[in-house]
């Protein structure tokens, strides 16, 4: 448990100097900007090409592929139900708030959760799979076809092509199912690079916090409460449920699939809502809530199943 309080404390240091900028000015009106779009085009896609491209093949496919893509999904539909149906908001407030209800953080707090509570970092490969390869795409799709206007499917899949992060996963997860090594002086360029993504998107969310209050704009209360109450809750049990009884998962996979179901919202929701100007509030709100309110989830599901 001290290992993954340590994770923990990693995360929250970065969150916390993002704060302490922010709150000093210390670089100035259009820092949140610039470390957006740096982070978007440059950081993440070599971040994303060496996390696949280092993930090992055998554990892409397990079960816990299946049951975080089925809870997922299932996440999605009913936040977007609700936002569309009840809560009346327009379709870009609804993408962010459905992402933030079952967009899990699988790398940067998944990864190291993985690793220190779980034994293997091997078990985050599958959703990263998941979320970059599939719920990426059709999500940067909405998004762009949002923000331009269009929605012609030429154009549309022409610029989803174009995206670097899209670009970025394609690549490491062709390196990774090919089995292909890549020379040092390949890999450990772009490894540089990669290590700034994580840190850099955690300082720019840290950034956003100052000026702000969790829960005091108007007219995002419910959605935040919603998919806080989706993500922390509803998702983890849901996965236990789909685990234990439709794929007949037990004990340390079962326990798994209920752990990484857990996690907090992924920085990448808070950086799609920077990246389209669409429910910026919604998603740092709810990033944030889970971030921190996954702590006592996860202590209790170990609790329980562990």
């Known amino acids: 448990m001290i290992a993954v309080l340590t994770g923990y404390a990693v995360v929250g240091l970065a969150i916390f100097t993002g704060y302490v900028i922010g709150r000093i000015d210390l670089l100035g009106e259009h820092a949140r900007y610039v470390l957006s779009r740096l982070t978007f085009f440059v950081l993440s896609p070599f971040l994303l090409f060496v996390v696949l491209a280092e993930a090992d093949v055998t554990v892409l496919f397990s079960a816990l592929l299946p049951v975080s893509l089925l809870a997922a999904v299932i996440m999605f539909l009913l936040y977007a139900l ?5 809560l009346h908001r327009p379709l870009g407030a609804t993408v962010i708030g459905s992402l933030g209800s079952g967009y899990v953080n699988g790398n940067n707090i998944g990864l190291p959760i993985a690793t220190y509570l779980l034994g293997s970092g091997a078990y ?3 959703i990263i799979l998941i979320q970059l390869l599939l719920f990426t795409p059709i999500v940067l799709a909405l998004l762009d076809a949002i923000s331009s206007g269009s929605t012609e499917i030429r154009l549309i899949i022409r610029r989803t092509l174009r995206n670097p992060m899209i670009i970025g996963a394609l690549l490491g997860t062709i390196v990774a199912f090919t089995g292909a090594e890549l020379p040092p002086i390949v890999m450990d360029p772009a490894r540089l690079i990669a290590d700034a993504g994580i840190p850099i998107l955690l300082i720019s969310f840290g950034m956003s916090l100052h000026g702000q209050k969790v829960l005091t704009t108007h007219g995002t209360r419910a959605d935040v409460v919603i998919a806080t ?7 983890p049990v849901v996965a236990w449920a789909l685990g234990r009884f439709a794929f007949g998962m037990t004990g340390h996979d079962l326990l798994a699939v209920t752990v990484m179901a857990a996690l907090p919202s992924a920085q990448n929701v808070f950086n799609y809502s920077q990246r389209y100007d669409v429910g910026e509030t919604l998603a740092r709100d709810t990033v944030f809530l889970t971030t921190i309110g996954c702590i006592p989830v996860i202590f209790a599901v170990v609790l329980i199943l562990g």
């Open 82 to 86: 609700i936002s569309r149906l009840v």
């Open 124 to 126: 985050s490969a599958p």
């Open 229 to 235: 109450g989706f993500k922390l809750l509803l998702m």
